[in-house]
């Protein structure tokens, strides 16, 4: 497919009209499915909202309003997309209360939601509840030529029975940040058997896209930007041509490419982290640092275009920014092409 | 409601300096009202040209073009003046002339000074504007003073500069109708006065880009920034009351204003230049539907003609900012007001629709209007009755001590339409007994 110029699509029409008044204009976050690239048209596009972390209302409803923004996001999208991938941390503190109101939020999206587990989901209860609400947190599921994979990566070794903690001190703890008392999150034995044997009727050739909470590889020990066993789910994807692999937990732009595997980060609702100290991929462009003033500045939802070939353009719908897109062509050829625009203020 | 006494009157009990203060902003020669009634009109509402010009020459005795304007530093002056037109004292009288002439008008009946009256806070005191024809435009006009000192202007900001702004409202159907640059050029060119004039001022002879910067001119001498807060912030504890001085601790703090209307000495003006969702227009306009009209609209005719047309005169004109970036992010969205001022420019927002200070302040203390776009920093902020009333005696003591007899002018008209309706107010939300969003949630699925 090729760019027609007399039949602008709306993408290359903000960029001609950009370019003419010589002002800031981009794109909304409505991209229409086939809109023409350098890449050729996606196949489809699914639309993501992550990490929510919802408090009780009382205690804190801007979240919930975030999130309602985000669902009003999706809801707007014309045509609307395949799906919706929620990220996980649906909840702060994994209280029914907190994943029903987060249920309820969701349960608005027009489009089909399919939903992965975060941490604070699940140390209060184990998972009772938010199974009871979303079914089993690892499952596998084929969209147009295209196979998907959600995992529960944020599996940790009990240091809790030992010490004595109550349900809420297990929470509040894998909660924390630098604490020195949780374990570093897995996939596990159990999940990484399931996974190789889920990709072992797939040629190599297969598009394959995973969705994991945190980033399958090992950023940052201090706050789970980890997974332990990261290297031996690797291994498993290492046979395919290609393989994307999204994750949550990080909320902030983030890319990265480990030989045939991309990595894409979620936006987050509830608030933006600042970037680990020691450093980040070398794909990634970092975002600037969030307004101070704003609570919104650096958070945001978006879009997901699969191509073919099952890697993807990965939408940034920041709420207070202009969007931006990661696109295929960028880690395809290791950040020499379709490089993202830079942001003009530092990083954090 | 429970209401101040008076601007800037000292509490019960408080020292004779705030008093003696007091009196001196009170202006005791004049009662509230006098002014307006002795006022000459002309058409849609404006004062009279020749009268406005005699007080303008009351506030601004003599220009300076020399020097830049007291208590700004010559610097950051210096960045807000276009290299293209430097401030000459030519430039600044044509300028003065073309502010004042209805010929510029498509029916001679609009000049710059119908909407940016020098009696009326160099506004016009209206919800809207109205302009050629009697007709309503979908913006309130904001005020000319200080905006010398603004990074783009027109609400939306979709002007860079004074100079290519001034030209805009000549233009437009509904403002002064002019069918284009030309026409009225053509409408002045034949005056002898001006011909010589604009050789003066620019060595060539009449043209439309000329006429923008000379307006942009003699507007960067409307600089009224000596307020009794100026005076208090450089240290004259007794130039504000103290409820004033509890409205800016609020302003600080429990308030949350300073946020993005940020003031200090060397920001005098109050705002961040940035553009925000508050939800004024919430409260009447399905966004999404306005945007996809808009973008829509600007694809068939992106320029700047049809962006100015369609930002005055349709509904459209509540999505803000995003007609200019076309950015989800910017719906709704307005530039934060100056805030120098602000007494006497009612009524208040991008459309008028708050007619006092009190009924801004029940807009903000209920944590604005809910919508998608609202801006993240927008809270529920709990204020009592006492503090909306020393938030508003501070917003008071921002107005220039030229302008003190329309500012007292305004404080009392303004209070007492306040004590008579509070259309904005809910105490529900502001306190967070009732949560905005839970509405939201409940409403039934679309």
Known sequence: MHAQPDSLDRRSFFRRSAAAVGAAAFAPISVGVGAPDAQGAPAFRFAYISDSHLYSKSLNDRFARALMRAVDDVNNLDPQPDFVFYGGDLAQLGQAHELELGAQILSRLRAPLRIMVGEHDWYLDMGARWRQLFGEPTYSFDHKGVHFVVLMSVVEADFWTKRGMTPMERMVTVAGLDNGVQSPFTVGPEQRAWLHKDLEKLPNSAPLIIFSHSPLYKLYKNWNFWTDDADEVQAILKRFDRVVVIHGHTHQILTNRIGNIHFHGLLATAWPWPYPPQGVPALTIQMSRPDPFNPLDGCGDGEILVHADGLVDKVYNLWNRSPITVAKGYTASWGKECVPPKPNRPSF | ?446
């Open chain 2, 1 to 446: 409601m429970r209401g101040v006494k008076a601007l800037g009157a000292p509490r019960q009990g408080a020292a004779l300096g705030a008093a003696v203060c007091a009196v001196a902003l009170l202006h005791p020669l004049v009662a509230p009202g006098a002014q307006a009634a002795a006022v000459p009109k002309a058409p849609h509402g404006a004062a009279a040209m020749d009268f406005q010009l005699q007080e303008l020459a009351k506030l601004l005795p003599r220009v300076d073009v020399a020097h830049p304007p007291a208590r700004l530093d010559p610097v950051i002056w210096q960045a807000y003046v276009p290299k293209d037109n430097e401030l000459t004292a030519a430039r600044v009288a044509l300028g003065r002339k073309l502010y004042f002439d209805t010929r510029l008008s498509a029916d001679g009946t609009v000049a710059c000074a119908t909407c940016h009256d020098v009696t009326r806070g160099f506004t016009d005191q209206l919800k809207v504007s109205e302009g050629i024809k009697n007709q309503l435009g979908q913006r309130n006009a904001p005020t000319v003073l200080n905006t010398a000192l603004l990074e783009t202007v027109f609400l939306d900001g979709r002007s860079p500069t004074l100079d290519h702004q001034a030209r805009q409202p000549i233009i437009n159907p509904i403002e002064m109708g002019m069918p284009d640059g030309e026409a009225a050029v053509k409408a002045i060119a034949g005056d002898p006065e001006y011909q010589k004039a604009f050789q003066e001022a620019y060595g060539r002879p009449v043209n439309f880009e000329d006429i923008g910067r000379a307006i942009g001119a003699f507007e960067r001498t409307l600089i009224f920034l000596d307020s009794p807060f100026r005076r208090f912030l450089e240290g004259d504890q007794s130039a504000i009351s103290a409820d004033a001085k509890a409205g800016w601790d609020l302003f600080n703090g429990k308030a949350r204003c300073v946020t993005c209307h940020p003031m200090n000495l060397s920001n005098p003006l109050g705002t961040d230049n940035r553009f925000h969702n508050i939800g004024v227009s919430a409260r009447h306009q399905d966004f999404e539907a306005l945007a996809a009209k808009a973008l829509k609209l600007l694809k068939d005719d992106p320029s700047e003609k049809k962006l100015d047309e369609l930002a005055l005169s349709t509904p459209m004109s509540e999505l803000g900012r995003f007609m200019v970036t076309k950015n989800r992010a910017d719906i709704g969205a307005f530039r934060t007001s100056i805030l120098l001022n602000v007494g006497i420019t009612p009524p208040y927002m991008h459309d008028g629709s708050l007619p006092t200070l009190w009924d801004v302040m029940d807009h903000y203390n209920k944590g604005g209007e809910p919508n998608p776009f609202l801006d993240g920093g927008m809270e529920p902020l709990a204020l009592s009755e006492r503090e909306i009333d020393q938030v508003v005696a501070f917003l008071f003591s921002l107005t220039d001590r030229r302008l003190a007899l329309e500012n007292q002018r305004q404080f009392v008209a303004q209070r007492a339409a306040a004590a008579k309706e509070r259309k904005f107010r809910d105490q529900e939300l502001a306190t967070r007994r009732k949560l905005a969003f839970e509405d939201r949630i409940k409403a039934p699925k679309k």
